[in-house]
């Protein structure tokens, strides 16, 4: 099994979903998040005065699934996120050792 992270632009959040669920991945964890990167924040004006915006609001989606579905998820995040401008987000993926659903105790992919 593995957990795909991935950190996209807010707006993409429906797009995204939408790509996940064709590929039949029944759940997911969605965390309204801030932070920067290669983007560094940008600066607004506010009541005639500048400040600087160092932390931009990104949404964190998690998920765990089969290994066989991780390069399809991998690929419908990519196409379904891409803007091809800076801020586009970053995916990450980590092998998960054990997987346990608590209402009925199934575990491994059976648990997901």
Request: net charge negative; glycine share 10%; aromatic share 6%.
């Amino acid at each position: 099994m593995k957990k795909v992270e991935c950190i996209i632009k807010p707006f993409k959040l429906e797009d995204v979903k939408s790509a996940i669920c064709e590929l039949g991945i029944t759940g997911m964890t969605v965390s309204e998040v801030r932070g920067f990167g290669r983007q560094k924040g940008h600066t607004e004006l506010y009541r005639g005065a500048e400040y600087q915006i160092d932390f931009i609001p990104k949404i964190k989606l998690e998920l765990v699934t089969t290994d066989e579905l991780v390069s399809q998820l991998v690929e419908a995040i990519t196409s379904a996120a891409g803007t091809g401008r800076i801020g586009d987000g970053k995916i990450f993926v980590s092998n998960i050792e054990q997987s346990i659903r608590i209402r009925t105790g199934e575990a491994g992919e059976d648990s997901l």
